[in-house]
């Protein structure tokens, strides 16, 4: 079994940074492509960013938000910085494949909750 356990949420200032960390037990992340979505209050889930050995963004997020892997811990992280109250949302992390640049999670995180005030 797969697991995913996403950190780092909290709350923070507009203009702030958070690195949030997806640790994943029970496969090695070598093998997927590894992805980052987010849902805020009354919306549906929607992409961030993903890692399949190139990296890709949303437009929203594009130069602010990096994504990145370190396989030898199983680990995925998200860092952000220049939060704005609309990046508000739970982030999930997945572990998937990447077909024509759209990421497909198989495997997901329970949530980490980001909260940026004005």
């Known amino acids: 079994q797969v697991l995913l356990v996403e950190s780092g949420g909290g709350l923070v200032q507009a203009g702030g940074s958070l690195k949030l960390s997806c640790a994943v037990s029970?496969?090695?992340?070598?093998?997927?492509?590894m992805g980052w979505f987010r849902q805020a209050p009354g919306k549906e889930r929607e992409f961030v960013a993903y890692?399949?050995?190139?990296?890709y963004y949303s437009d929203s997020v594009k130069g602010r938000f990096t994504i990145s892997r370190d396989n030898a811990k199983n680990t995925v992280y998200l860092q952000m910085n220049s939060l704005k109250p609309e990046d508000t949302a739970v982030y999930y992390c997945?572990?998937?494949?990447?077909?024509?640049?759209?990421?497909?999670?198989?495997?997901w995180g329970q949530g980490s909750q980001v909260t940026v005030s004005s």
């Open positions: 890692d399949d050995g190139s990296t």
């Open positions: 029970g496969h090695s992340i070598s093998i997927y492509a």
């Open positions: 997945a572990a998937g494949i990447v077909v024509v640049r759209t990421f497909s999670g198989r495997y």
